[in-house]
T-cell receptor, first 116, second 112 residues
């Protein structure tokens, strides 16, 4: 199946700093990528839909100035958590949709963010 | 939207038994469904999919059943193994729609 690479897999940062997470589709072009947040023992919570070459669409309640999304190419989307606080600590997962492969969403391995 | 902030239901089975994980969906226009498996600390992995013009699809040790009348989807795992222990999510989408909606997930625990 298609591969989505997410980096880093784990990051620890100080409160107030910014963290960038990368999501790459390795063997297909993804005009649309998705960013999810997942709390322990809970389901995936869609944060935003990232569209190549245009602004991301954020879900209600997600601060777009806090979670900056850039989708500059067909294979790369980035999520930057700005001025991170301990409550931003979570598991962030990206996915990319392979339109040529029956619309399947393939997921990255996730990034565990810990803000001290 | 998708299920948000729900605590996961759990299913515990004995190794070697068959497992059935259920999922209800709400959008009658959904025409494509996927089951994902998520192991601890990892991203979800595609398991099997089914289109709305089918009611059953089989993979290796897994079978997905779709009942459009009652908007119900199930994943059957034959001869469940310890490596099957994970959280399983169903997802639904509608042709032409960008959204993919996820169920709350079910945590499957396989006892040796």
């Amino acid at each position: 199946g298609a591969v989505v690479s997410q980096h880093p897999s784990w990051v620890i940062c100080k409160s107030g700093t910014s963290v960038k997470i990368e999501c790459r589709s390795l063997d297909f072009q993804a005009t649309t990528m998705f960013w999810y947040r997942q709390f322990p023992k809970q389901s995936l919570m869609l944060m935003a839909t990232s569209n190549e070459g245009s602004k991301a669409t954020y879900e209600q309640g997600v601060e777009k100035d806090k979670f900056l999304i850039n989708h500059a190419s067909l294979t790369l989307s980035t999520l930057t958590v700005t001025s991170a606080h301990p409550e931003d600590s979570s598991f962030y997962i990206c996915s990319a949709r392979d339109w040529e492969a029956k619309n399947i969403q393939y997921f990255g391995a996730g990034t565990r963010l810990s803000v001290l | 939207g998708e299920s948000v902030g729900l605590h996961l239901p759990t299913l515990s089975v004995q190794e070697g038994d068959n497992s059935i994980i259920n999922c209800a969906y709400s959008n009658s226009a959904s025409d494509y469904f996927i089951w994902y498996k998520q192991e601890s600390g990892k991203g979800p992995q595609f398991i099997i999919d089914i289109r709305s013009n089918m009611d059953k699809r089989q993979g290796q040790r897994v079978t997905v059943l779709l009942n459009k009348t009652v908007k119900h989807l199930s994943l059957q795992i034959a001869a469940t193994q310890p490596g099957d222990s994970a959280v399983y999510f169903c997802a639904e989408t509608e042709k032409g729609n960008n959204d993919m909606r996820f169920g709350a997930g079910t945590r499957l625990t396989v006892k040796p």
